[in-house]
């Protein structure tokens, strides 16, 4: 304090002010006695140049990213008021009362992805990791863990789809809905509205995504993201780099494979997407850029955006992951490959941690919609015949699952016979552990 530190002017490039400080010298050099000059001098001028040069630079580098720290500090606690605000003058224009609600300082905002069909895979989640009633608001104002079913609307308004969900949302008050029209194909539309929505209710040191068949370890979560808290920009999760798919008839087909390069070319490194992390500034700057889906909730202001072509700039690759990695691959963010957010099956888990090695999350394949009526099973004493007649109906309606499903849509009946052996045999080797450890 009481220095009066002088910089350029902010008119001034960087290369005008280095010219400016190399004409100093050569003029000096130019109107002394050459004759005076010890050997050597011309070069340690220029030296001296060339640092005064290298240490501007790293001024401004550093300048820019203080700014860009700032910036998206004063966004993070601006934005939740001006979206409150913008909400009370559109509802205000539509003759509707609403006042801003302030924004809850938590660690973290856990958004778990599911759908309309997938109620089996949230009641697990309920039954094991994520708490209830009571238990789940003293996690929020205990630990500042806020934990959610995200999920948006049928693409027919208050059809039974989403009846069903508000009651389901009566009796465990675990959801946030989202302005999103549900679609396997929608995912990333529906990752980037989650973080706009999160950010504007909750300001949060971490925001994460996790799908609703993986199951959660929250201490060990919290501890791991904890590490990294004094970071600014953190992305972290279990990093891959897997090959860009550019035939039509395969799962996790890339339309836009011609982007990566040549065929054969993997994505560039990005997080699985069944959990990662993102820390707040990253969380606010996708928000940043989905604000309108919020304003599209007013019909009217709807038709205007659309007038004004006004749509999101972060651009939606066909794989979720990938482009919530696209988002973020440009930015001055730190990367963090967490292993221990690399879904394992629980066996693999459990293992693991009498190596003393845990798991942030495992992937649950008995909520996953393959093996459910092996949980079933695990209540009752083996009974071979029950058990022969329960195996062989599970399989048959397992079959016809197949045939209907969009994923398996164009297989051939080879196909869907492998697969259908395969399953026959991961299910007999669940049943045969189970019998064998009662």
């Known amino acids: 304090m009481g220095v009066d530190r002088k910089f350029p002017g902010p008119f001034e490039s960087n290369a005008h002010f280095i010219s400016r400080l190399q004409r100093g010298p050569e003029v000096g050099i130019v109107s002394g006695d050459c004759s005076s000059k010890k050997p050597g001098e011309n070069k340690d001028v220029m030296a001296e140049i060339q640092r005064t040069h290298e240490a501007i630079m790293s001024l401004d580098q550093s300048v820019s990213m203080i700014q860009m720290e700032l910036a998206a500090a004063r966004s993070s606690q601006e934005l939740g008021s001006s979206i409150g605000s913008a909400a009370a003058s559109i509802s205000s224009l539509a003759g509707q009362d609403a006042q801003p609600q302030p924004r809850k300082k938590v660690f973290m905002v856990i958004g778990i992805n599911t759908a309309f069909s997938s109620r089996r ?47 389901e949302e009566d009796q465990h008050h675990d959801f946030l809905r989202l302005e999103h029209t549900e679609g396997y194909r929608e995912l990333s539309a529906k990752t ?17 995504k996790v799908d609703d068949d993986v199951h959660v370890n929250l201490g060990h979560l919290a501890v791991t993201l904890a ?16 090959p860009v798919l550019s035939q039509k008839s395969v ?49 009217y202001v709807t038709s205007v955006l659309v007038a004004l072509n006004c749509r999101p700039i972060l651009h939606k690759y066909a794989n979720e992951d990938v482009s919530l990695g696209s988002w973020l691959i440009g930015l001055d963010v730190e990367h963090i490959d967490e292993r221990s957010m690399c879904c394992g099956t629980p066996p693999d888990c459990e293992e693991k941690t009498q190596a003393g090695y845990v798991c942030a999350a495992s992937f649950d394949w008995s909520c996953s919609g393959i093996c459910d009526f092996i949980v079933s099973f695990s209540n009752n004493a083996p009974d071979p015949e029950r058990d022969s007649t329960a195996v062989q109906q599970f399989l048959a309606n397992m079959e016809a699952a197949f045939g209907g499903h969009p994923l398996w849509a164009g297989c051939s009946e080879q196909e869907l016979e492998s697969a259908g052996e395969g399953l026959e045999k991961y299910a007999m080797t669940k049943l045969f552990t189970r019998k064998q450890i009662q």
């Open 227 to 242: 590490h990294h808290r004094s970071k600014p920009r953190i992305y972290i999760g279990c990093m891959k780099s897997g």
């Open 121 to 167: 895979r949230r009641d697990s989640v309920r039954e094991t990791w994520m708490p209830q009633g009571e238990k789940l608001i003293e996690l929020e104002r205990e630990k500042r863990i806020v934990v959610r079913f995200m999920i948006g609307h049928s693409v027919t308004a208050n059809n039974i789809l989403d009846q069903a969900v508000d009651s």
């Open 192 to 208: 980037m509205t989650f973080f706009s929505t999160a950010v504007s209710k909750w300001d949060a040191e971490f925001y994460v």
């Open 251 to 299: 799962k996790y087909h890339e339309p836009e494979y011609w982007k990566f390069g040549e065929e054969g070319n993997k994505y560039f490194r990005h997080a699985t997407g069944q959990i990662y992390a993102i820390s707040k500034d990253l969380a606010t700057y996708i928000s940043m850029n989905q604000l309108h889906v919020f304003l599209a909730r007013f019909e």
